[in-house]
């Protein structure tokens, strides 16, 4: 709530401050500052962070080793593993103190879920997570590292997206969380599947997804038929806390004071306020990997107007999905994965779906339904869906299956595209 001009001048401080440690002890930058003829004294602002060239996944992942600050003491942080959008695994390493400042940051939605639960400390939480995701690290990270009252901590249970739905409704049950917290896909398809299964479950007061997209029919089940709040969170593992939801659950408050964001098209050229294009974002906390003007690789566009809640911090108003989320059709079109999906997780009694791109025309479809589902009732309805956005020409084969393995990282994807073009 701090005047925006001041949110602005911790920024900027924060910018000078990380670009001088980048050009002292990361090779990267002091290789690409001295190639541009550039130094640490033409960074004032987060603006001239566009100065820099544009950093992608494939940079990050095929040399890690040129983005890690030459004074990062091994042992000391953690080492964070993600694929993104790239497909292929990116090593990120946190210092302490960067560590500490998202646990920080992290109060902020806190904050928010205390306006649904009642109380800001002190209630049940119950995480959905892999087991050797960046939540788990994270957690054991501040167990071994942190001490924080009881009073102010939340009484905490985590659940496995490895086991079954029904053990983790039958968790869920036990434990009755006031905040059940996860991958949007997982959860959502949790609460599907008691709905579609006849299955009595525990209502939590809020729900809090982040890490990839809950389905619209989900989310208006949870909030609708269900009456129990969904928000969300944007984060990634480059920056971690990058954005958050307030109790007006529109867009996405951006964290200014931690990360420098702007959207960009397909040239490169920065956008205004309501422009869609791909994020790019600094991290300006983190001293162990450091990434400045890194490309993410989501499609946003920036709030164009002040939110309601009062709060100063800008928002995302749209995170449409990831450039790896775009289907290549048969005759030269491109749509986002979103809307085909969409229609496939309307068809009545099923739960989940993970749909695979094997070329141009050939498409794999699998789909997790509810006990007394009919399939070949199902069948024909995905069918006529996936027919219905992506056209008549394609071939698709369509199974039935008890559940969808997740990803290393712990997400279970809605699309994959293998199509080589």
């Known amino acids: 709530y701090l005047p925006l001009q001041e949110i602005l001048s911790i920024q900027n401080q924060r910018v000078k401050a990380i670009v001088k440690h980048a050009y002292e002890t990361v090779p990267y930058y002091s ?5 541009a003829g550039l130094t640490p004294g033409d ?5 001239d962070l566009a100065r820099l060239p544009v950093l992608t996944g494939d940079q990050l992942a095929s040399a890690p080793e040129r983005f890690l600050s030459r004074s990062f003491k091994a042992g000391r942080g953690v080492r964070l593993n993600t694929t993104g959008t790239t497909g292929r695994m990116k090593y990120v390493f946190y210092d302490p103190n960067a560590l500490f400042l998202t646990l920080a940051h992290g109060h902020r939605q806190r904050m928010v879920l205390a306006h649904f639960v009642g109380r800001t400390s002190g209630f049940r939480q119950i995480s959905v997570v892999h087991p050797e995701t960046v939540e788990t690290l994270l957690m054991d990270f501040f167990r071994s590292h942190a001490w924080i009252p009881q009073k102010v901590d939340l009484k905490r249970a985590v659940i496995s997206v490895l086991d079954t739905f029904e053990e983790n409704i039958a968790q869920i049950n036990s434990f009755k969380p006031d905040v059940i917290v996860g991958y949007g896909s997982y959860v959502g398809a949790i609460f599907r599947r008691a709905w579609e299964s006849g299955i009595s479950t525990h209502r939590p007061k809020a729900v809090l997804y ?11 089940l949870i909030e609708n038929k269900l009456g129990v709040p969904v928000l969300s969170s944007y984060q990634a593992v480059e920056a971690l806390h990058l954005a958050y939801q307030c109790e007006r659950r529109e867009g996405f408050h951006i964290s200014l004071d931690q990360v420098a964001a702007r959207v960009v098209d397909e040239k490169g050229n920065t956008l205004g306020p309501g422009g869609t294009g791909e994020i790019v974002i600094s991290n300006l906390t983190n001293r162990a990997t450091v990434l400045l003007n890194y490309k993410l690789g989501d499609i946003v566009a920036l709030g164009d107007s002040p939110c309601p809640c009062g709060r100063t911090l800008p928002t995302l108003e749209v995170i449409e999905g990831r450039t790896s989320d775009l289907i290549s059709l048969p005759d030269g079109r491109m749509t986002l994965s979103g809307s085909a999906l969409l229609g496939l997780q309307s068809v009545p009694g099923v739960v989940q779906v993970q749909l695979i791109q094997e070329d141009l025309k050939r498409f794999s479809l699998y789909a997790v339904c509810a006990a007394k589902t009919e399939w070949e009732r199902a069948r024909r309805e995905l069918d006529s869906a996936m027919r219905s956005s992506l056209g008549d020409d394609i071939c698709a084969e369509i199974n039935r299956v008890d559940a969808i393995p997740p990803e290393p990282g712990g997400k279970v994807k809605g699309f994959i595209s293998r199509c080589v073009q």
């Not at 290789?31 to 190639?35: A, H, K, N, S, T």
């Not at 960074?43 to 603006?47: I, S, W």
Request: hydrophobic fraction near 25%.
């Open 210 to 220: 982040g890490g990839d997209r809950m389905p619209d029919q989900n989310r208006s």
């Open 31 to 35: 290789e690409v500052m001295d190639g």
């Open 43 to 47: 960074f004032q602002t987060a603006d």
